[in-house]
């Protein structure tokens, strides 16, 4: 399998014009970013849908293994929400890669503010190899 670039991620991808256009920021320590929690991107009234919270600690455990240079698909993902994450709020996603083995690369995520951690994650990443 060849993973390729296209700007079309849901996640990041700043040509997609539904998506989230997340601008998240790579080092070997990891990856993160800040965003805003628009009203559009709620469930239940003024709280942020749990998909869409999933969806970018999902992404940032992704990128925090790009930033190893290790490409990766998702094989596993644990999300414990800790408390609603209301709309119209700023708030910080980090990911860190807590151990790599063979074909697996383990990590961790967390979604949080000043005030609260509302959501935090752990992953199983499979790397896929470049043919």
Known sequence: MRLERDNYCFACGKDNPRGLKLNIEVDRDGARFSCHI?????????????????TMLDEVMVWAAAGREVHT???EITVRFKNPLPTDREIRVE??????????????????????????????LMIITPP
Request: net charge negative.
């Open 38 to 54: 628009q009203k559009e991107l709620q469930g239940w009234p003024d709280i942020t849908h749990g998909g869409i919270v999933s």
């Open 73 to 75: 698909v998702t094989a």
């Open 95 to 124: 990911g860190k890669v807590i151990e790599q083995r063979k074909r697996i690369v383990f990590t961790e995520a967390r979604a949080f503010d000043d005030e609260m951690i509302y959501a935090e994650a752990s992953g199983k």
